[in-house]
C-alpha cells in the first residue's frame, strides 16, 4: 500500500508549487491556502437495535470569494478533519478552474455505510443535514454526492432542509433524483469530463484515442462511465479495471457494460467471465497502457509506485489520487496528468446546472446539459494550455492551479479586506 500522504499538506504543496510562478505574497497566499471554517460533530444517532451510535462528521467551508461553498459529502471509515480540509480546498480551485460561480466546500461522516441498514443510514443522514441546516443554503453552501453517497442521500438532506426551513429550496443540494429537482446528465457528468480531458489531451499530443489501451482503478459511478464514454464514443479498448475487490484484466478488452453489470450484480468486477487474469490494484496501476483513469480515493499512487508507471496519460478521475511526490516522479518522464481539478470537474459543472435549473424551476434537455458541459471543459482546457505555454510550466497541474488562482486572487482583492 502506497505511503500515507497527508492529502491537506499535498494541496497547500500544489498551491505553493503555483504560486511560485506568480508572486503572490505570502501572507495573501495563506489565507488561500486554508479553510475559512469547519463544523466537526458527533451525530448521535438510535440504531435499529436500540443501541446509540455515535459518528463523527465534518463540513468545511474553506473559500467563499467566488460564490457559495460548494462540494461533495463523502461516507467512509477514513474520512478525517484534513481530507475534508483538503477535498474542500480542492473545490475552490476545481470551480475557478472550470469558471462556475462557487468556492469551495466539502463535508463527511466517520461510517463505513455497509455496516448499517438503509433505516439507520436514514436517521444518520438527516442527523447531519439538521446539523447543517444553519450553513447550507441555496445562496450559501451546496452540498452534494461523494464516495459512498448518492441521490438518496441528496433526497433525505433536502427534505431535512425543508422541512426544517418550512420552504422548497431544491438548490440547497444538487445530485438529486430526477423527480426530486435533479439534472439529467448529473450522473454521468464525472466520468463524462474524464473523457472530455482525455480526448483533449490525446488531441493536443497529436495521439490516437481509438487505438488506445485503457486501465480504470474503481469501477464505482466516475470511474465505469469514463470507460464506457471512452469505449463508446472513441473506441478506446478498456483492458483493465479494478474495485476494492482487486482487478481483471484482458489484453483484447473487456465490454466497459458488461463489466458494469456484472458488478452490479456480484458486487465486484473480480470473478468476471471476460477477463484473462486477475490483476492487484499495484499492478493495474503500472500496465503498459496509453491511458490511466485513477478513480478510486487519494494517494493511490505515491513516488515509489510512480517510478514503475508506464501510461502516457493520467486522467484523475479520483480527487488526489497522485502524492505530490508521484506528481514530480511523472513529470520528470514526461507523463501527461490531465489533473482532477480538471478531469472529474463535470459533477461539480452539471451540479452547477442543476441548481441554476432549480432556482429558475426550469428543466433542460439532456442535450443541452451535455453541450454545456463541453463547452465549459473543453474551454477550461484550452485556458489550461494557453497558461501552461505562456508561461513554460512544468506540467499541467500547475497550469490549472495557476489559472484557478489567478481567478479566487482576483474575486478576493476585489471584495477588499473587511471586516
Ligand atoms: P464510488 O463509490 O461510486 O466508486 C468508488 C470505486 O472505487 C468503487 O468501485 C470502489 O470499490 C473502488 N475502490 C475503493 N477503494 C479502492 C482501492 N483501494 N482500489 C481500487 N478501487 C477502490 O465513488 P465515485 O463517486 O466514483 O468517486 C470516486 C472518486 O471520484 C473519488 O475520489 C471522488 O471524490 C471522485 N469524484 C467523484 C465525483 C462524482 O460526481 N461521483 C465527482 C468528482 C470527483
Known sequence: MPEDANPFESLQEQIDDAAAHMGVDDDV???????????????????????????????????????????????????SRDEVKALSGWMVYKCATVDIPYGGGKGGIVIDPREYSEAELERITRAFAT?????????????????????????WIKDTYETLENTTAPGVITGKAIDSGGSLGRVEATGRSTMLTAREAFEYLGK????????????????????????????????????????????????????????????SVTGYGGATEELTNEELLTLDVDLL?????????DRDLAAEVKADVIAEAANGPLTPDAD??????????????????????????????????????????????????????????????????????????????????SASEEAGRWP
Open 29 to 79: 497566499l495563506e489565507r488561500l491556502k486554508n479553510p475559512e471554517r469547519i463544523l466537526e460533530t458527533n451525530l448521535s444517532v438510535e440504531l435499529d437495535d436500540g443501541s446509540v451510535g455515535v459518528f463523527r462528521a465534518y463540513r468545511s467551508q474553506f473559500n467563499g470569494d467566488r460564490g457559495p461553498y460548494k462540494g461533495g459529502i463523502r461516507y467512509h471509515p477514513n474520512v
Open 131 to 155: 446539523e447543517l441546516r444553519p450553513m447550507i443554503g441555496e445562496d450559501r453552501d451546496i452540498p452534494a454526492p461523494d464516495v459512498n453517497t448518492g441521490q438518496r442521500e441528496m433526497n
Open 208 to 267: 490516437d484515442l481509438s487505438s488506445a489501451t485503457v486501465a480504470v482503478q474503481g469501477y464505482g459511478n466516475a470511474g465505469s462511465i469514463a470507460a464506457k464514454l471512452l469505449q463508446d464514443d472513441h473506441d478506446a479498448t478498456i483492458v483493465a479495471v479494478s474495485d476494492s475487490s482487486g482487478g481483471i484484466y484482458n489484453p483484447d478488452g473487456v465490454d466497459a457494460h458488461d463489466v458494469k453489470a456484472f458488478k452490479n450484480e456480484t458486487g
Open 293 to 301: 483513469v485513477p478513480a478510486a480515493l487519494e494517494n493511490a499512487i
Open 328 to 409: 514530480d516522479v511523472l513529470t520528470e518522464v514526461d507523463v501527461i496528468v490531465i489533473p482532477d481539478i480538471l478531469a472529474n470537474a463535470g459533477g461539480v459543472t452539471v451540479s452547477y446546472f442543476e441548481w441554476v435549473q432549480n432556482r429558475q424551476r426550469f428543466y433542460w434537455a439532456e442535450s443541452r446539459v451535455n453541450e454545456e458541459l463541453e463547452r465549459h471543459i473543453v474551454g477550461a482546457f484550452d485556458d489550461l494550455v494557453e497558461c501552461y505555454e505562456e508561461l513554460g510550466l512544468p506540467n499541467f497541474r500547475t497550469a490549472a492551479y495557476v489559472v484557478a488562482l489567478r481567478r479566487v486572487l
